[in-house]
C-alpha cells in the first residue's frame, strides 16, 4: 500500500500543481486514475481496471442516503457581532448582538441559524485566532459614521474598485453611495464597472446603471390593429356645444353686428 501512495504521489503530483480551488482540483485525481486504470498490473498482466471489477463484486455498498458530519453548538455574539468557534471569530449581523446562534459546523464549512434562519455560512478556517466574515453585512452599519469607512476591519475586504470609489466620496455623496450598495451587493459589483466604461461614477449614474443590470427589461408586447379598420367614422360633436354657451352667444351677436355693418 506505502508503495502504491509512492507510485501516486510521483506520477500524478510532479511537478507540484497550483491549486486555488480544492473543489475543482478534487476532480483532476479522478481523471488521472481512470487513465491510469488502462495500464496492465505489473504482477497479474490484466488491466487495472479488469482487476477492479473482479474486485468490485466483494464490496460493500455505499449507504442509500449520505450521512453528514457535523457537530452542533449553540454560541453567543459578542457585542462586536462575532461568534467564536474555538479561537476563531465568524462574523454575524451586528443586530444579532448579545444572541444566542446555532451553528452545524463541518469538517469544511460552518452554518449559522437564529431562530430557524440562516445567517452566516462560512469555510472553516483552521488558523489561530483568526476572524471570518462577510463586509456585506455591515454596510447598513456604515450609515451611522459614514466618514469612518476607511478605518473600519472590513473595508479593505470589499471590491478594489469599491474602496477607490468611496475614498474619492464625501459627505451626503458618500450616503447616497452607502445606500446604493446596500441595494446592490446581493447582485455584483457590475454597476459599478458598467459607470466606469461610461466615465460617470456618481450615484445617479451608478443607480441607472444597477438598474439596467439587476431589474429585467420590460418590453410590452406589439399593438394588435384589426386587419381592416373602419374606413368611414361620423363622429357626433353635438355634446361640445353646450360646454361653452356663453362665447357662443357673443359670437353669434359679433357675426349678427358684423351682418348689420355689412347691410
Known sequence: MENKVGYSRRNAFVPVPTITSFNEFNESPWEWCEKDAERPNYKKKLLIEELWKENEASLLHLPEYPFPVFRYAALTVNKNGFATIETNKYGLFPMLSGETVQAKIYFDYVELSHGHHPVGHYRSSYKTNDEVYDWTQYVSVLFKKPGAI??????????????????????????????????????????????????????????????????????????????????????????????????????????????????
Open 150 to 263: 476607511e478605518h473600519t476591519r472590513f473595508f479593505r475586504q470589499m471590491p478594489q474598485q469599491w474602496q477607490t470609489f468611496l475614498e474619492q466620496t464625501s459627505g451626503r455623496e458618500r450616503k447616497n453611495a452607502l445606500q446604493l450598495l446596500s441595494e446592490i451587493v446581493s447582485d455584483g459589483n457590475d454597476a459599478l464597472e458598467l459607470a466606469g466604461e461610461n466615465g460617470h461614477t456618481d450615484a445617479d449614474s451608478l443607480c441607472q446603471c444597477y438598474y439596467m443590470i439587476a431589474k429585467k427589461e420590460y418590453r410590452p408586447n406589439p399593438l394588435k390593429l384589426p386587419s381592416s379598420p373602419a374606413l368611414h367614422y361620423n363622429p357626433n360633436l353635438s355634446a361640445y356645444d353646450g360646454l361653452h354657451p356663453t362665447k357662443t352667444k357673443v359670437f353669434a351677436g359679433t357675426t349678427e353686428m358684423g351682418a348689420d355693418a355689412n347691410v
